[in-house]
Nanobody, 127 residues
Framework: QMLLVESGGGSVLPGGSLKLSCVVS????????LGWFRQQPGKEREGVVA???????AVFADSLKGRFNVSQDNKNKIYLHLNDLKSEDTAMYYC?????????????????????WGQGTQVTVSS
């Protein structure tokens, strides 16, 4: 069982920044897969970035590379840095985790690859 809690969402003006946090607990893995996803009303969940927590390797969605970044304090606290936010970034942001194992890089940003999910944190970008 892996428990995830997101925080840090809020309302910001276009061009602003936010730092989302994901705290993971309830496990003893030294490395696992951690993904950040977002979902807008009526749309499918979209992968933002996937991290292998052991070595910090990250795979970003091409459309978001450059504006968004990821960091971690330790293997159980992972941050998503949202910069130069646009109205189209408005969404519920989720972090998700899956135990270590073999995953194809091409699948890392697919929601179906992750068994454990947080409750989400809302990001609203509006003037």
């Amino acid at each position: 069982q892996m428990l995830l809690v997101e925080s840090g969402g809020g309302s910001v003006l276009p061009g602003g920044s936010l730092k989302l946090s994901c705290v993971v607990s309830g496990h003893t893995y030294t490395s696992y897969f951690l993904g950040w996803f977002r979902q807008q009303p009526g749309k499918e969940r979209e992968g933002v970035v996937a991290v292998t927590t052991g070595d910090g390797g990250a795979v970003f969605a091409d459309s978001l590379k450059g504006r968004f970044n990821v960091s971690q304090d330790n293997k159980n606290k992972i941050y998503l840095h949202l910069n130069d936010l646009k109205s189209e970034d408005t969404a519920m942001y989720y972090c998700a985790a899956d135990p270590p194992g073999s995953k194809r890089t091409a699948r890392l940003l697919h929601a179906g690859e992750y068994r454990y999910w947080g409750q989400g944190t809302q990001v609203t970008v509006s003037s």
